[in-house]
């Protein structure tokens, strides 16, 4: 039997300021500063979507879910990437591997990586083997470096049987 495989990417970037809670892969972060977006601004959850409707050919997270609709003010992105999912599921896709990475100077978030591949590793209904999150700094350079905003880049491998 012929199997289809694809493969999408992702990059998503998010304005850090006080005020706001720090959502990651599906995890609140305390943190003095917080990603804006019109939804929780969970930057790793929208890479992971980006990446998949691109894999699917079905277009991308702000055609799904824009940020002028009132429906996701403040939506939580696990129910973003659930819709994702579902959406996949109709096309008979399933997640081959998730390999992300997040970029921001702080805080530092290994402590929370496994929560965030079990949260991540349940909606996408694969195992935590199969999530892979790698953090990294700027080295204080840029809006990363300078604490300014997060930024995360994701690659996906999806198939049908």
């Known amino acids: 039997m012929k199997t ?9 970037v998010h304005q850090l300021k006080k005020g706001y809670d720090l959502w990651i892969g599906g995890i609140k972060i305390e943190h003095h500063k917080g990603a804006v977006g019109h939804s929780d601004a969970d930057v790793l959850l929208h890479v992971i ?4 409707l691109g894999a699917a050919n079905l277009r991308d997270i702000g ?3 824009p940020d002028n609709d009132p429906e996701f003010k403040d939506i939580d992105s ?9 959406l996949l599921t109709e096309r008979n896709y399933k997640v ?15 402590a929370y990586i496994p ?12 195992g935590t083997d199969l999530i892979s999150i790698k953090a990294t700094t700027t080295e204080k350079l840029g809006f990363v470096g300078k604490e300014e905003g997060i930024a995360a880049y994701a690659t996906v491998l999806i198939y049908q049987e």
């Open 96 to 110: 081959g591997n998730v390999d992300t990475t997040l970029c921001l100077q702080a805080p530092k978030i290994s």
């Open 49 to 52: 979507c980006d990446a998949l």
């Open 78 to 86: 696990k129910i973003l990437l659930k819709n994702v999912m579902e």
């Open 4 to 12: 289809n495989i694809r493969v999408g990417s992702g990059y998503d």
């Open 115 to 126: 929560q965030m591949q079990d949260c991540i590793s349940q909606i996408l209904e694969v």
């Open 63 to 65: 055609y799904h879910f």
